[in-house]
């Protein structure tokens, strides 16, 4: 079992910056691939950043290049993802998730077992 607690969000004007926190629990973190996902309002969810128990990383290219990097830090229980030059078009609640042990990053919801409760992130433009 692992439980995820997500923080970090705020209000920021566009252009700026956040770092988002995912603290888990359990002694097995380091094993399981983590994913970022977020949802806006009428939108369904969607792939944000993914990184494997190796450091793998994978990006929904599209919404987040260059923009966003996701990292972990096993020796905290943390995976972050750092958000720069964010947008108007960036607002939603972000939701982290652990998904396969020993698995590679994915950008589908499917392949996570665990989520967050998620934290909402507001840009003004």
């Known amino acids: 079992q692992v439980q995820l607690v997500e923080s970090g969000g705020g209000l920021v004007q566009a252009g700026g910056s956040l770092r988002l926190s995912c603290a888990a629990s359990?002694?097995?973190?380091?094993?399981?691939?983590m994913g970022w996902f977020r949802q806006a309002p009428g939108k369904e969810r969607e792939f944000v950043a993914a990184?494997?128990?190796?450091?793998?990383?994978?990006y929904n290219v599209d919404s987040v290049k260059d923009r966003f990097t996701i990292s972990r830090d096993n020796a905290k229980n943390t995976a972050y993802l750092q958000m720069n030059s964010l947008k108007s078009e960036d607002t939603a609640v972000y939701y982290c998730?652990?998904?396969?042990?020993?698995?590679?990053?994915?950008?589908?919801?499917?392949?996570?077992?665990?989520w967050g409760q998620g934290t909402q992130v507001t840009v003004s433009s």
């Open positions: 990184i494997s128990w190796t450091h793998g990383t994978l």
């Open positions: 998730a652990a998904g396969s042990q020993w698995g590679a990053p994915s950008r589908y919801p499917t392949n996570y077992a665990y």
């Open positions: 359990g002694r097995t973190f380091s094993s399981y691939a």
